[in-house]
T-cell receptor, first 114, second 114 residues
Framework: AQSVTQLGSHVSVSEGALVLLRCNYS??????LFWYVQYPNQGLQLLLK??????LVKGINGFEAEFKKSETSFHLTKPSAHMSDAAEYFC????????????FGDGTTLTVKP | EPEVTQTPSHQVTQMGQEVILRCVPI?????FYWYRQILGQKVEFLVS????????KSEIFDDQFSVERPDGSNFTLKIRSTKLEDSAMYFC????????????FGPGTRLTVT
């Protein structure tokens, strides 16, 4: 069994400020973890992924996330927000040892204020 | 880089009509999935498929839904008699299986039922 909790359905930051989107997971097997970004009326764009290699993963558009097994977390960060970062962000977990389904969090809407 | 493709990108249909959503998974992949995202909500698992059989399905995947791999390349989702509440974005995904169970998502098909 697996689940994802994204803390904060809405996060608002000023342009240039740190972005921190929180994701906690539970999984009965070693997980793969993903962050996706979704713009209105569009599909899912993969930002970054953890698939059991380095625990600090860097993705596109300056985003990075750190897998912390002891905290069961995979928080997404970006040092300096840009207006174009405003979107919906989804964290997802997939079993890393079998072909089971992916489970997505409820999503976090990021607003960037000028 | 190989990618999952889906057609059409947008489908409009009338309530009660049958629709078939098409996906072409990555060529050497063995596991196939359909997910659904109702507007403004999170991505939900519908069904997984392996070795020409459904391996897991959610409670959403009732008798109105069916999946098929009609040839060596396509993977389809059929909705027999569409309802208004079937309006959503449908995502196909595929996975190679061992050693990596990472799922690769397609761009989605937006289904609008009127």
């Amino acid at each position: 069994a697996q689940s994802v909790t994204q803390l904060g359905s809405h996060v608002s930051v000023s342009e240039g400020a740190l972005v921190l989107l929180r994701c906690n997971y539970s999984s009965s097997v070693p997980p793969y973890l993903f962050w996706y970004v979704q713009y209105p009326n569009q599909g899912l764009q993969l930002l970054l992924k953890y698939t059991s290699a380095a625990t600090l993963v860097k993705g596109i558009n300056g985003f990075e996330a750190e897998f912390k097994k002891s905290e069961t977390s995979f928080h997404l960060t970006k040092p300096s927000a840009h207006m174009s970062d405003a979107a919906e962000y989804f964290c997802a977990v997939t079993p890393g040892t079998n072909a089971g389904k992916s489970t997505f969090g409820d999503g976090t809407t990021l607003t960037v204020k000028p | 880089e190989p990618e999952v493709t889906q057609t059409p990108s947008h489908q409009v249909t009338q309530m009660g009509q049958e629709v078939i959503l098409r996906c072409v998974p990555i060529s050497n992949h063995l596991y196939f999935y359909w997910y659904r995202q109702i507007l403004g909500q999170k991505v939900e698992f519908l069904v997984s498929f392996y070795n020409n059989e459904i391996s897991e399905k959610s409670e959403i995947f009732d008798d109105q839904f069916s999946v098929e791999r009609p040839d060596g390349s396509n993977f389809t989702l059929k909705i027999r008699s569409t309802k208004l509440e079937d309006s959503a974005m449908y995502f196909c995904a595929s996975s190679a299986g061992q050693p990596s169970y990472e799922q690769y998502f397609g761009p989605g098909t937006r289904l609008t039922v009127t």
